[in-house]
């Protein structure tokens, strides 16, 4: 089954966001496309003013298409972000062939560095047009987060140890 992840980046003080918008259009777009993938709006609540941002994103799509979304409404982070899908994945006992990940461009690289960690199938993105200068920083940081999270099966000791990564 063709999965397409649509992540969520942090709303601004009036809980909207241009990055997160156009990243929900640009979904939407790949869903007319492949309307039989499973699609997933990640994102849970980084402003406490505000609704997560996997529900902002499926209000997006959801202007443009008629489609069921999953929510994963738990991460604050990428590496969340492909921890609780996974876990989603599993809870809905979805046989996953391909992902599709929708994010910023300057995201591809680390999204596709802990997806690729996670999930042991093709892995292919979509991305739109943003910069943002810490990109970089965040990769090393995420980089070193993986490689002390180790075994990515065991998820009991994930969510004891590294929560807060999450």
């Known amino acids: 089954m063709d999965i397409l992840i649509v992540l969520g980046c942090r709303l601004d003080k009036n809980c909207h966001g241009d990055e997160i918008t156009e990243r929900a259009k640009r979904g939407a777009m790949l869903l007319k496309e492949h309307p039989e993938a499973v699609a997933i709006a990640s994102g849970g609540i980084t402003n406490i003013k505000c609704r997560s941002e996997a529900s902002f994103i499926a209000d997006v799509i959801n202007h443009s298409i008629d489609k069921d979304i999953i929510l994963e409404e738990r991460s604050t982070s990428t590496i969340g972000n492909a921890f609780y899908t996974g876990i989603l994945l599993k809870e809905y006992k979805i046989n996953v062939s391909r992902i599709y990940i929708v994010t910023s461009c300057y995201h591809v690289k680390r999204a596709l560095m802990i997806f690729s960690k996670f999930f042991n199938v093709e892995i292919l993105t979509e991305c739109?047009?943003?910069?943002?200068?810490?990109?970089?920083?965040?990769?090393?940081?995420?980089?070193?987060?993986?490689?002390?999270?180790?075994?990515?099966?065991?998820?009991?000791?994930?969510?004891?140890?590294?929560?807060?990564?999450?």
């Open 128 to 166: 739109i047009d943003y910069k943002r200068d810490d990109e970089d920083l965040k990769y090393a940081r995420d980089y070193k987060i993986l490689e002390e999270i180790g075994d990515l099966n065991d998820e009991k000791r994930i969510l004891e140890n590294f929560l807060h990564f999450l």
